[in-house]
């Protein structure tokens, strides 16, 4: 994504508080592609644990994971262990899941090389996430097994 000026990036962050789901949902998009989000990591997160619409937490957590990038992951993880209501945290975890990275050898490898980084986190709430999410993993071996049993 192109970079935002100043006036471009003020319009999307006043967008994130658009009565208008969709207008939020494209701020989230629009916000997780930055290079730098580091400015506007409240602003992200705030989007992630939308109460009015999980289309705005869907549309952010997918485009933050999109980056394929630890900074990406981490502010999902870090919704992810703040959602207090089930349907958001349903709704995080729904694209963490259905990550596209999980279907390849070396997107498989990347996510767990971040999650294994992220459990080391400062934050305890994304290193929990992280952990829980490794531990949820087979080991390599074993879908190499199975997968051998299907042919």
Avoid: F
Avoid at 46 to 61: G, M
């Amino acid at each position: 994504m192109a970079p935002l000026d100043g006036q471009e990036l003020s319009t999307v962050v006043q967008n994130a508080d658009s009565p208008v789901w969709s207008v939020r949902a494209a701020a989230g998009r629009q916000l997780a592609m930055l290079d730098q989000i580091d400015a506007v990591t409240e602003v992200i997160h705030r989007l992630l644990l939308d109460v009015q619409d999980t289309a705005v937490i869907h549309e952010t957590a997918v485009a933050l994971l999109e980056r394929q990038d630890t900074i990406g992951l981490r502010c999902v993880l870090l919704a992810r262990s703040y959602a207090s209501n089930t349907w958001t945290a349903d709704e995080i975890q729904a694209a963490l899941d259905c990550n596209p990275g999980w279907m390849a050898t070396e997107g498989v490898d990347r996510l767990i090389k971040q999650y294994r980084e992220l459990a080391t986190d400062q934050d305890a709430g994304v290193r929990d996430e992280a952990r829980w999410l490794l531990a949820r993993l087979r080991p390599r071996g074993e879908w190499a097994r199975d997968s051998e049993g299907d042919s």
